[in-house]
């Protein structure tokens, strides 16, 4: 019965592909199978020293390993997911995508060694605004799928928005933006997966990362985002 009730609501109200925009047959989500072969996967999660990782090194915030999905391009149709999701109200597309992510990942044991994943934060008159944090959605989602604790060990002091500000403009502007509680000096020893939707400069998630370092800094971390710039 739930299968013909299925049936005949996509009848009436087909999902359509986020990419194309065809309709979706059966078995597919968000993207139909000709749009999600031509994704531009980055395949960074097997190997640990990726062009990411490397992009992210940092003194202040020392990262083991970095991920993302996909390579974003703010041009590109597959950019559309991120933004719909993050100003389209539709964290559903960020869970969605999350839990296919997750999925290969554990497959190829990314997560093996992690023990906590711990979303970028959101300051509060903008997740009032919103509605939701897109990097916690995502963040729940991983966890769930892998098995492992979220915990908001961070806090976003105040904040202005990085769009449309070159790389020096962030890194200023994220600097004394982001804190970790202090709870967050009891993960000593932890190996900490820090998530966001997207990487852009890498300015947010370095900032969230060398607080987490200097709460405790024999913490370990890694990096891990739907979509990421190619620089």
């Not at 916690?136 to 105040?158: F, H, N, R």
């Not at 020096?168 to 967050?184: G, S």
């Amino acid at each position: 019965m739930k299968e013909w009730l299925d049936d005949l609501k996509r009848i009436l109200f087909p999902h359509t592909c986020e990419i194309c925009g065809r309709t979706l047959v059966k078995g597919e989500q968000l993207m139909c199978l000709h749009c999600r072969g031509r994704m531009p996967y980055t395949g960074y999660h097997a190997d640990t020293e990726n062009p990411l990782t490397l992009r992210l090194a940092s003194r202040e915030a020392p990262i083991e390993t970095a991920a993302a999905m996909f390579h974003y391009d703010k041009d590109s149709a597959y950019a559309s997911l991120i933004q719909r999701a993050k100003y389209g109200g539709r964290p559903e597309i960020d869970r969605l995508l999350a839990e296919e992510y997750a999925a290969t990942l554990m497959a190829a044991r990314f997560f093996d060694g992690i023990n906590l994943v711990v979303p970028v934060p959101m300051a509060l008159k903008k997740l009032l605004r919103r509605g939701y944090n897109q990097a916690l959605e995502i963040a729940d989602t991983i966890g769930a799928a892998a098995g492992i604790e979220v915990g908001e060990y961070l806090t976003a002091k105040s904040h202005t928005t990085q769009t449309r500000k070159h790389a020096e403009e962030r890194e200023r502007n994220v600097r004394e933006v982001y804190a970790a509680i202090p709870e967050a000096a009891e993960l000593g020893g932890c190996h900490i997966l820090v998530v966001d939707d997207v990487i852009t400069t890498g300015a947010t998630i370095l900032a969230c990362c060398a607080a987490l370092h200097r709460a405790a800094p024999t913490a370990k971390l890694s990096v891990l985002a739907l979509a990421a710039t190619h620089r």
